[in-house]
């Protein structure tokens, strides 16, 4: 892949960083971060899986900057983002004599990006943090714009910060390395970013996702660029998401409760679940009279093509009673005393926030729903 490199500002007053997208990123890492380090010391926190891949590569980079290094690894997927291997976790890296001027680096995608993150506005009060995300996923959405957590029995990232980190650092020569369902998992947040604000980009991909989904360089860089740009525009508007940053969780409602009932783990991916919540958003905004059906097919039409789930049976949840998942849509994070909030659309590139979305409706909706 090119070697050319593209920036981008997340304009935050004293807060500001920058998101470096290109390729060769991680063998320059050390250089980049090193301008920014109050101490040359850094924690590398990863998983497993990610590790065999990337962790050396790094390693170098830094030790040819000069940068003290030790490494922390994870146990790779969604399981690991509970409050029992966070504990494990921050008590690894206060044991490696940490100093408030020590930085963390989270090497991985998601999972790694929240816990580190989260481990950063945590100990010691607040350290400072790099993301590396090496997932299509936390490359064009959760290494962006400060937001970390964890998952809990009552529900996904209920427990969190919003901590900004000091630079981030996409490398799309990691993608290289990813399997096909995870570069569809990080392909579903990229369809997000055209439904929710940019008809055209929506409909460039339509006739190009595939490029994006097979790493072609030109398609893939766009598709980066483009969702990079529009949520740090975003996140420089509204950091704490008292308005306009609710668009980004278009899909995610309905997508946290898929992912709770089918228990946070691999069975079902996180951008599966964001996919199919954003064709039932589709749909209820439909069956309420607010978008067309038209739009609504298209946008199954799209995700099915592109081999992500579109239908409730698609995940093994056929039949669940509407109850549960309304159960866990009541214990999302943008319910506003006791009423479910959701992002819909009201055609392709235009969603708003409706806060009190009827309960009735809903339930006939989600009964409808599991029986397709």
């Given amino acids: 892949m090119s070697e050319a490199v593209e920036r981008l500002r997340v304009e935050l007053a004293d807060r500001s960083y920058d998101i470096l997208i290109g390729g060769g990123l991680i063998a320059r890492a050390g250089r980049e971060m090193l301008p920014l380090l109050r101490r040359r010391q850094v924690v590398v926190v990863s998983d497993e899986t990610v590790a065999r891949h990337h962790l050396a590569p790094l390693q170098e980079s830094l030790a040819e900057a000069g940068i003290a290094y030790r490494t922390v690894l994870l146990p790779p997927g969604e399981e690991s983002k509970d409050l029992a291997h966070f504990g494990r976790l921050a008590d690894e890296i206060l044991a490696l004599g940490i100093e408030r001027g020590t930085t963390l680096v989270a090497l991985g995608g998601g999972v790694v990006g929240d816990m580190t993150g989260f481990a950063a506005a945590v100990l010691l009060r607040g350290i400072d943090f790099v993301q590396i995300p090496t997932t299509l996923l936390a490359q064009v959405d959760s290494s962006v714009g400060g937001k970390t957590g964890i998952n809990t029995a009552a529900g996904k990232n209920l427990i969190g910060a919003f901590y900004q980190p000091r630079l981030v650092l996409a490398d799309r020569g990691v993608l290289a390395t990813l399997p096909r369902r995870e570069l569809l998992a990080g392909y579903a947040e990229i369809v997000k970013y055209g439904l929710i604000r940019d008809a055209g980009f929506y409909e460039w991909l339509e006739a190009d996702g595939e490029a994006v989904c097979g790493l072609a360089p030109e398609a893939l860089s766009r ?150």
Avoid: W, Y
């Fill in 223 to 372: 598709a980066v660029l483009t969702s990079c740009r529009m949520k740090a525009a975003i996140v420089a508007a509204d950091e704490r998401e008292a308005g306009e940053r609710a668009l980004l969780n278009f899909g995610h409602t309905f997508g946290h409760a898929l992912e709770a009932e089918t228990g946070f783990g691999s069975r079902l991916l996180h951008g599966e679940a964001v996919a199919l919540g954003m064709v039932l958003a589709f749909d209820f905004a439909v069956r309420l009279g607010l978008t067309a059906g038209q739009d609504a097919m298209r946008v199954r039409r799209h995700l099915e093509a592109a081999g992500l789930p579109t239908r409730l049976a698609a995940i093994g949840l056929a039949g669940t009673p509407p109850e549960r998942l309304l159960a866990h849509m009541g214990k999302d994070k943008k319910v506003r005393e006791g009423r479910i909030t959701l992002i819909l659309p009201r055609a392709i590139g235009d969603a708003f926030e409706m806060r009190d979305a009827p309960l009735d409706a809903l339930r006939a909706f989600l009964a409808e729903a599991a029986g397709k």
